[in-house]
């Protein structure tokens, strides 16, 4: 379950990199509904560096990583509200990472 659990924080980290990289070359991803501006970027590259640690931490068994995990999660549910039309299957990763990291704050 441990590397269930990394697989599922490292690939929604990687998957918040394709924000970064729109942001900064226009012409990634072109079927993309909308471009992705340099802050948002910014916020993207956060969320994935928030939940990457949280990994880590979570490998580590540190007790910190359920608050990272659930702060990365939370801005990456922002910034899906603002792309929703085409990252809207990131809320599913962010409901398993919450109902996982919720219950490990304990």
Not at 18 to 38: C, Q, W, Y
Not at 61 to 83: D, E, V
């Amino acid at each position: 379950m441990k590397i269930l659990i990394s697989i599922l924080l490292l690939t929604h980290a990687i998957l918040h990199l394709m924000g970064v990289v729109k942001a900064v070359h226009e012409d990634f991803l072109p079927t993309l509904s909308r471009s992705i501006n340099k802050l948002e970027g910014i916020l993207w590259l956060t969320s994935a560096v928030l939940i990457f640690i949280a990994d880590v931490y979570f490998l580590m068994a540190s007790n910190y990583w359920p608050i990272l995990a659930i702060i990365g999660a939370i801005l990456s549910q922002f910034l899906i509200t603002l792309n929703w039309q085409d990252a809207k299957y990131g809320t599913i990763l962010n409901l398993l990472i919450l109902g996982i990291s919720f219950p490990a704050l304990t």
